[in-house]
């Protein structure tokens, strides 16, 4: 087979820098496009974006010649870069460090964009601390809780 195919689906989580509510409804209307920009721009399929004042989801296709560190470097700096300059009052605005990635199979598609366009819902019935603890040990990821927040 002289070409690669691949299926890489995944989920990824980023909050901001303390869980602070940075994304108001006008930051993310335009946030979320921005984010989608990046994700192009690294050769990435952005399938789905959404979130909640503190926290993004994005649920997309990756490419197998790139890390998905590599990825979250770029959206993190040029998305805030992109914030600072647009939103000069929000000098303080910072992504957390880290980023929980779970794979998805094409068979949970739907779940998981069921789960992004709800996070408003959803966060009415879950804090945003337990969400991302419950979605680890769903994953069977090993962590310690008291270094899953900063």
Not at 4 to 32: C, G, M, N
Not at 71 to 93: E, G, Q
Request: charged share 25%; aromatic share 12%.
């Amino acid at each position: 087979m002289p070409r690669t195919y691949s299926q890489v689906l995944l989920h990824i989580v980023f909050s901001t820098k303390h869980r602070t509510p940075w994304i108001t409804a006008d930051i993310a209307e335009r946030l979320y496009p921005y984010i989608g920009g990046i994700v192009r721009a690294e050769k990435g399929v952005l399938y789905d974006i959404g979130g909640v004042e503190d926290h993004v989801h994005i649920y997309m296709r990756w490419r197998p010649d790139a890390t998905v560190s590599d990825l979250m470097r770029a959206v993190k700096a040029s998305s805030s870069k992109w914030i600072h300059d647009t939103f000069p009052k929000h000098a303080a605005f910072a992504w957390q460090e880290g980023y929980s990635v779970f794979s998805v199979s094409k068979s949970q598609e739907g779940a998981v964009k069921t789960h992004i366009a709800g996070q408003h819902e959803h966060h009415r019935k879950e804090d945003f601390k337990s969400e991302p603890l419950r979605m680890l040990r769903l994953h069977e990821i090993e962590f310690d809780e008291k270094y899953a927040f900063d």
